[in-house]
């Protein structure tokens, strides 16, 4: 269960500017907690649509939502539940909403699955996941804030089955099927993960929790999926503050891939910095231990799905077309004021693909190929000179609001690269991005796309690389940076800059390096390396809304940059709707 209010940017300042700790906390507003949401703009008074709502994200039509939950694939239809606040635009009164899809594009919202009913979930139902039992019985298990303000676990089952979308969920009088032990820190003890069955035909699922400022993920088995008893281990832990949101699944490194290929990946959702990281390596069913890879840095300076603003994520396999798709969540950069005004807070990231990288370094991911047929107009560049210090705009497009951006570059001259500042080892890469924004003169970069940007070009988000000569070894530090410090004219938002370091080798590619952005009016969701890096952006122009947006190649480095490649389209609206007969089987 991710925290729910905005205090996580508070925090992450305090984490960043000073050596105290503190952790978020779920924050309520109780006078905000009743307020309608303005679901119908012209009822009072506005004749516009909300320019800030995405076309083809998934959002419900009003009021708060964050972690998706028990997302999965069932009888031809895709299940999306998700945290959501019924009541109001701010966190509370949480409930499991539904949605279903059978193309992962367009969306049936369907009403509440799951509700505070019963004694064992009275204070909440947070989140959770879903499994599919041997005789094709889907299961959620979730966490319910009981009477006494303690996190059990809970299972829930659908209660008719002939109904393919899943609509009515019934939980058992046997909850809570998993409630903290002696020892478990029982006011941090939730979001269990889907259950897998091992070789012995017990049930594991793993559960978050922390012990002070040690982040735990703690096994459950079964027999029977009603009784959990904990294992004779902690599956894994790490000196990072709670592991919220775990995730556990396996990854093959080839296809047809035996037991002793497969990888293990584990993902926790860290509570203090607002982060997700990630390692893989290997799990022992037999002893119920898990190894990551030695090559993998664990903890805060471990991998992650995505380097920006990215959270509470959860996979699934999508049995029809034999892959893992990913879901995360977005919170709002704004204020809470700004979403009791807009009637809304929350967006669900498009669904990603992903898997191992050839290499076996990290995990790789990719919009769901669905997403393309929402392309509508067509733009074309190729081989185009961005001479250094020059800029040109995009044009064509109806909307670069709505877009869809893939472009490839190639950087003309890598002698001129700069040298990696020793100052900034071991530094991340957020600390450099801030430090050589897409305003900082370079050598080689920063060139990207100024995306959301005004005519006069006072508003603009960046999405850009920056190459500098490595330390040594002769391989280049290729940075990868979403700035949004001038995407308002709005001074009271949050507009942090997000950074990674890509993982390729500049020298082998000829220079080029490409990207692909999607830009959804207050979302900018960019994937650099073909997929070996992600950065999700909140950002909220003034100006640069609707037709009034404008979207442009530039390069303020020493070295000429080519646009080998640039494909852009206009975008679609996906259908979301909560007519049932809507949903294209």
């Known amino acids: 269960m991710a925290i729910g209010a905005r205090t996580w940017v508070v925090f992450l300042l305090l984490a960043l500017l000073s050596s105290s700790v503190a952790e978020a ?50 009888k031809g239809v895709y299940h999306l539940f998700y945290q959501y606040n019924p009541k109001a635009a701010v966190w509370g009164n949480i409930v499991w909403a539904h949605a279903v899809s059978t193309d992962l594009v367009n969306w049936v919202t369907l009403q509440p699955a799951i509700y505070p009913t019963a004694p064992f979930d009275v204070n909440g139902c947070w989140s959770g996941s879903a499994t599919v039992l041997p005789d094709s019985t889907p299961a959620i298990m979730y966490t319910g804030i009981d009477g006494d303000g303690l996190q059990v676990q809970n ?77 004779r281990r902690v599956l894994h832990y790490g000196d990072t503050g709670m592991w919220e949101c775990p995730d556990f699944y396996p990854v093959s490194t080839s296809p047809g891939a035996v037991l002793g290929d497969v990888k293990h990946v584990l993902k926790v959702s860290l509570d203090l910095t607002r982060f997700e990281y990630y390692t893989f390596g290997a799990y022992d069913h037999a002893t119920e231990t898990y190894v990551p890879d030695a090559a993998l840095a664990d903890g805060n300076d471990g991998l992650r799905y995505d380097y920006g603003n990215f959270y509470a994520s959860k996979t699934f396999l999508d049995q029809a077309k034999q892959r893992r798709i990913l879901w995360g969540w977005a919170n709002e950069s704004d204020s809470t004021e700004d979403d009791v005004r807009k009637g809304w807070a929350g967006v669900q990231a498009i669904p990603r693909k992903i898997w191992l990288a050839l290499d076996g370094k990290q995990l790789m991911q990719w919009p769901v190929a669905e997403v393309e047929s ?92 920056r190459v500098f000569k490595g330390e040594g070894d002769g391989k280049h530090v290729v940075l990868m940076c979403n700035d949004p410090s001038r995407s308002s004219y709005a001074d009271h938002l949050y507009k942090p800059t997000f950074a990674g370091f890509i993982d390729v080798d500049i020298t082998k590619t000829g220079g080029k390096i490409p990207l692909r952005t999607l830009i959804d009016h207050s979302m900018v969701e960019s994937f650099g390396g073909h997929g070996r890096m992600s950065i999700l952006s909140r950002v909220y122009p003034t100006k640069a809304v609707g037709d009034k947006a404008r979207l442009y190649v530039f390069n303020h480095g020493d070295s000429d940059v080519k646009v080998t490649h640039l494909n852009a389209y206009d975008m679609r609206s996906a259908k979301i709707s909560n007519h049932i007969d809507q949903l294209t089987r």
């Open 25 to 74: 906390s779920h924050r309520v507003f109780p006078d905000l907690q009743s307020l309608d949401a303005v679901a119908d703009r012209a009822a009072v008074g506005v004749d516009d649509p909300d320019p800030l709502r995405t076309g083809f994200h998934f959002q419900p039509p009003s009021h708060w939502i964050n972690d998706p939950n028990g997302v999965m694939y069932y």
């Open 155 to 231: 299972v829930a089952y659908p209660k008719d089955l002939s109904d393919p979308y899943l609509r009515e969920w019934v939980k058992p009088d046997y909850n809570p099927v998993i409630a903290p032990n002696a020892g478990v820190n029982a006011t941090a003890f939730r979001d269990p993960t889907t259950a897998w069955r091992g070789p012995d035909g017990l049930w594991r699922l793993v559960i978050g929790t922390k012990d002070n400022h040690r982040g735990l993920a703690v096994l459950y088995r079964s027999r029977d999926f009603k009784r959990w008893a904990p294992a």
């Open 374 to 465: 929402l392309r509508g107009n067509h733009v074309n560049i190729t081989d185009r000179l961005v001479e250094a210090g020059s800029y040109f705009e995009v044009q064509g497009l109806m909307s670069p609001a709505q877009a869809d951006v893939e472009v490839s570059f190639a950087a003309m001259d890598l002698d001129k690269a700069e040298p990696f500042d020793p100052a900034w080892r071991g530094a991340d890469a957020q600390t450099v991005c801030a430090a050589q924004g897409a305003d900082v003169k370079g050598g080689v970069g920063p060139f990207g796309l100024w995306v959301l940007a005004s005519d006069e070009l006072k508003e603009r988000t960046a999405v850009f690389f």
